[in-house]
C-alpha cells in the first residue's frame, strides 16, 4: 500500500511494505536471495488490494481497529485496502452499532465485546463473508448485551447479500485472543472457498490461506510436486491440501484443532473423497510415534508439513529427517526458519523451492522446498 491510497499508511501495522507492487516484489527477492544465497522463482499475487481472508479488529477503548505498536493503543479502522470490498462494506454497517456495547477491558479483565473478525472467501467467483464476533461473559448484563448484538446482527444478515455466517464466540479467558468456545451462530454455519474446483466449507476458528485468490497457484505447485500415491499432509488445517490430491491410495491429514479436523471430515463427505484418513492429534507426536513403528499406517513416500509461523521444532526435524519419506514438501510462511533449519535434514537434498506473494504490502512471503531422499 502507498501513501496516496490509504490515510493509516505506515501507522496501523497492518500493512508494513510501503512500496509500489513491482518494488514489492523486488524486496522480497532480494529478501529470499539474502537468506537462500539464490535467487528463488516468486509469483506474484494476482490481487494485491482486497485479497484477504481474515482480518481481526480489536474492540477496545471505544475504538474498533488494530494495534498500533502498544497493546492499549487501537487505532481506529474504517476500511482496510488489505480486505475485499464486501468485508469493507461489513466493517462499516458493523461500526454503525458496535460502539453502543461496552468493551472488554484488558487491564481490569472485565467487560464485554472484545474483537470482530471479519472472514471472506472466494465461491463461485464472488465473495462470501463471515462475522464473528468474540465475546466475554465477565460483564454483570451478559444475557440482555448478546440479545441486543445479536439482533443487530440479524438485521445484516438480512441485508447484506455476501454475510451469510455470523458466529458468536466467548473467550473468558485472560488471553488476548480473536477464537473462542461457539456459542451459538445465526445464517449458515460456514463460508465456502473454492479451491482447484472442489468447495471447502471454513469455519470461525479454523485456519485458511491469507490470500484467496492464490490459494490455486500454491496447492498446484505442491500437488505437481506429489509423486506417490501415499501422502501424509501434517498439519492439515481443514484438509484443503490433502482433500486436493488426486489418485491417491493412502492420505492422512494430521491436524491438532478439534475443529479443523471435524471440517476436514466434512469437507472430505462433501467432495466426496474416498481414500483419505483424518487424525486430531499433535504432528509431532503423530510423526514420532509413526517413525518408531507405533501406528497402524506404513510409511509414506510422500510427506507434506505446512507448520504455523513459529516452524518446526528441533525434535521434530530429528524425526523427519528419519521417516525414510522419499519425499517431503515443506510449506512455510517464515523463510527465514526454512532457511535456518532445512540442513537438519542432511538425509535429504533440496530439490526444487519456489515463492509465493501470498501476503502482498506485507514484509511475508510463503515458500515451498522440495526435497528429496539422498
Ligand atoms: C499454516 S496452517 C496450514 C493448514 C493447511 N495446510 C492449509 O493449507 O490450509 C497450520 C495448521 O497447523 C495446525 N497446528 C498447529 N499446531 C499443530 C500441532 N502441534 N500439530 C498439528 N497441527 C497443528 C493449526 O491448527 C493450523 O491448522
Known sequence: MQKDTCDKFNICGGCSLPLSYPEQIEFKKKLLYSLFGADIPLEASVKQPGY?????????????????????????????LLMPEEANELL?????????FPYYDLKTHQGFLRYVVIKSTLHKSAIQTMLCM????????????????QEHCKKLLNETHHLKSVHFLLNN????????????????????????????FVGPNTFLQSNIFMIDKLYSFILSNVNSSTVLDLFCGIGTITLSINKVRDVVGVEINKESIELANLNKAHNNIPNVEFVNQDAFTFLR?????????????????????????KRFLRYLNDCEAKRIIWVSCNPKNLAQSIGMLTNYKLSCIKAFDMFPNTKHVEVVAVLDRI
Open 52 to 80: 484477504r481472508h481474515r482480518m481481526d479488529f480489536v474492540y477496545y477503548d471505544g475504538k474498533l481497529g488494530l494495534r498500533a505498536g502498544r497493546w492499549d493503543k487501537v487505532l481506529d479502522i474504517d476500511h482496510c
Open 92 to 100: 462499516s454497517r458493523v461500526r454503525s452499532f458496535v460502539f453502543d
Open 134 to 149: 468474540v465475546v466475554s461473559a465477565t460483564c454483570s448484563n451478559f444475557n440482555a448485551l448478546i440479545n441486543k448484538l
Open 173 to 200: 479467558t485472560k488471553s488476548d485472543v480473536s477464537f473462542g468456545d461457539l456459542l451459538f451462530h445465526i445464517g449458515d454455519r460456514y463460508i465456502v472457498q473454492d479451491i482447484l474446483g472442489k468447495q471447502f
Open 289 to 313: 510415534d509413526l517413525v518408531k513403528g507405533k501406528l497402524k499406517f506404513e510409511k509414506f513416500e510422500n510427506i507434506i508439513v505446512d507448520p504455523p509461523r513459529a516452524g518446526l521444532s
